[in-house]
C-alpha cells in the first residue's frame, strides 16, 4: 500500500517558479514509476511529467517541455517537480500517482479515461498563475 501527499502548491505570477514535492509512504515506493498529472478547471485530467523508478529516464507533455523538471529521491520516498516559466494554462490541480505495473512510458501515454485505474493518487495541490 502506498499512500501519496502533494504540497508545494500556491499563488505565482506568470514567469515564476514553484518546487511540487510528492511524499510516499510504504516500503516499495522505490519499486515504482511515478507520474505527475493536472487537471484544470473545466478540463479533463492529463499526463504533466513521468520519472522510473530509478529517476534515470523521464517523460514530459509538450506542453510543459523544457520547463518542467521531475526527479525523485528514492531514500526520503519523495518525487518533486520543479516549474519555472510558469504560465496562466498552467493553473490546476496536480497530482502524483504511481502504479504497481505502469512504467514511465506507460504514464505518458495513458487517455484521460484511463487514468482512473492506476493505483494510487494523491488528494492534489493547487497551482495558481496569475497574468
Known amino acids: 500500500q502506498v499512500q501519496l501527499v502533494e504540497s508545494g502548491g500556491g499563488l505565482v505570477q506568470a514567469g515564476g517558479s514553484l518546487r511540487l514535492s510528492c511524499a510516499a509512504s510504504g516500503r516499495t515506493f522505490s519499486r515504482y514509476a511515478m507520474g505527475w498529472f493536472r487537471q484544470a478547471p473545466g478540463k479533463e485530467r492529463e499526463f504533466v511529467a513521468a520519472i522510473s523508478w530509478s529517476g534515470g529516464i523521464t517523460y514530459y507533455a509538450d506542453s510543459v517541455k523544457g520547463r518542467f523538471t521531475i526527479s525523485r529521491d528514492n531514500a526520503k520516498n519523495t518525487v518533486y517537480l520543479k516549474m519555472n516559466s510558469l504560465r496562466p494554462e498552467d493553473t490546476a490541480v496536480y497530482y502524483c500517482?504511481?502504479?504497481?505495473?505502469?512504467?514511465?512510458?506507460?504514464?505518458?501515454?495513458?487517455?484521460?479515461?484511463?487514468?482512473?485505474?492506476?493505483?494510487?493518487w494523491g488528494k492534489g495541490t493547487l497551482v495558481t498563475v496569475s497574468s
Open positions: 500517482a504511481a502504479d504497481s505495473v505502469l512504467t514511465a512510458q506507460g504514464m505518458s501515454v495513458m487517455t484521460s479515461t484511463a487514468l482512473d485505474g492506476m493505483d494510487y
